[in-house]
């Protein structure tokens, strides 16, 4: 089973950067994708990054250009860079590990950027 912790989040100004980090236990974190999934109140989760086994990442249209994700599979951990955020990117964001056995969450972290 894989475990996943998210830490990170916090309070910034509009075109502030955050980085959120998720760690993971477990033997199966190199064998899975990860994805970071963020929904407000009253909205369906979406996904706004992914990262596969391979490496190759999927950003959400909405974040191009100013997220970056990036995976360290030794230290078994997954990071979200956010620059220039907006206000509209206020959110829990959670961490998703996705294998052929396992979909896993994390607790999720908040993020809330003023304008």
């Known amino acids: 089973q894989v475990q996943l912790v998210e830490s990170g989040g916090g309070l910034v100004e509009a075109g502030g950067s955050l980085r959120l980090s998720c760690a993971a236990s477990?033997?199966?974190?190199?064998?899975?994708?990860i994805g970071w999934y963020r929904q407000g109140p009253g909205k369906q989760r979406e996904m706004v990054a992914r990262?596969?086994?391979?490496?190759?990442?999927e950003l959400a249209d909405s974040v191009k250009g100013r997220f970056t994700i990036s995976r360290d599979n030794p230290k078994k951990m997954v990071y979200l860079q956010m620059s220039s955020l907006k206000p509209e990117d206020t959110d829990v964001y959670y961490c998703?590990?996705?294998?052929?056995?396992?979909?896993?969450w994390g607790q999720g972290t908040q993020v809330t950027v003023t304008s």
């Open positions: 477990g033997p199966t974190f190199s064998l899975g994708a």
């Open positions: 998703n590990f996705r294998s052929i056995l396992v979909n896993a």
């Open positions: 990262i596969g086994r391979d490496g190759s990442t």
